[in-house]
């Protein structure tokens, strides 16, 4: 089994109302990649964001009481936190540089997602722009899943990743925040090992697998390689979205 991952050629940098479809296709064509079936395209979650007009100024940001003193308590600013708590159904911790919350999407991010390192707008304040995570990705994924797939005639994948952190480890890595055509979880239970024991409790999450891949390639700082290209998904395409992902709060040992 192999795989690879190919980012995809000049992508230009992507503002609100942005056709990503076009731009992806452009850069299919530039990068001399002809879609297959089964091949899946990994979206950075900014420029996701970014088309869909989710930069936010912080001048216009009128912080309330309880973002007030979680901003006091955090030390960061508390129109970033107000942004925060909107964005957020839950608080879970939060200490002098970390809030970190349950977004409303349903996963444990810190401050809800909400980034200003490669965000830039227009403006006397255009320091002060902020970009929040798309309202619905897996809806994002899969109007571009079906857009990508009448072009090409072919069957595809569509994930969008975000740089998340994890509670037992230190550092970032990239996970899936939307999902269509592909499983987020893949269920090896009843599979048999090299010993043929019988897997009892083996579920792969394929579709982080493949995300933290793509953000290796992708990269963090100035890079400008938003998006990837994956040919060599080793499972069954099949309907899916991020909730499968997600660990009921019931087995979550870490709230």
């Known amino acids: 089994m192999s795989m690879l991952l190919t980012p995809l050629k000049d992508i230009p940098l992507i503002e609100p109302g942005d056709d990503l479809v076009k731009v992806i296709t452009r850069s299919l064509e530039l990068t001399e990649i002809d879609l297959a079936d089964d091949d899946v395209i990994i979206l950075a979650q900014k420029i996701v964001s970014k088309t869909e007009g989710r930069l936010v100024n912080l001048a216009i940001v009128t912080p309330s009481r ?4 979680l901003a006091e308590k955090t030390e960061k600013d508390p129109r970033l936190i107000e942004l925060v708590l909107q964005e957020s159904s839950e608080v879970l911790r939060y200490r002098p540089g970390v809030i970190i919350v349950e ?7 810190a401050n809800a997602g909400i980034d200003h390192s490669n965000v830039q707008g227009a403006g006397e304040a255009f320091d002060d722009w902020v970009l929040l995570l798309p309202i619905d990705p897996d809806r994002s994924a899969e109007i571009l899943r079906i857009r990508l797939e009448e072009i090409s005639e072919k069957r595809l994948g569509v994930i969008i990743i975000d740089s998340h952190g994890r509670a037992w480890r230190l550092g970032t890595v ?12 893949v269920d090896l239970c009843g599979e048999k090992d090299l010993f043929d024991y019988e897997l009892r409790a083996t579920q792969v999450g394929a579709a982080d697998e493949l995300a933290a891949a793509a953000s290796l390639v992708m990269g963090q700082a100035a890079e400008k390689t938003p998006v990837v290209h994956a040919r060599g998904f080793p499972y069954k395409f099949r309907d899916a979205n991020l909730g499968e992902l997600l660990r009921p709060k019931d087995q979550d040992l870490f709230r």
């Open 66 to 69: 309880r973002a007030e003193e």
């Open 103 to 109: 977004h409303k999407l349903g996963f444990v991010c």
């Open 174 to 185: 990239g996970v899936a925040i939307g999902i269509s055509g592909l499983p987020g979880v």
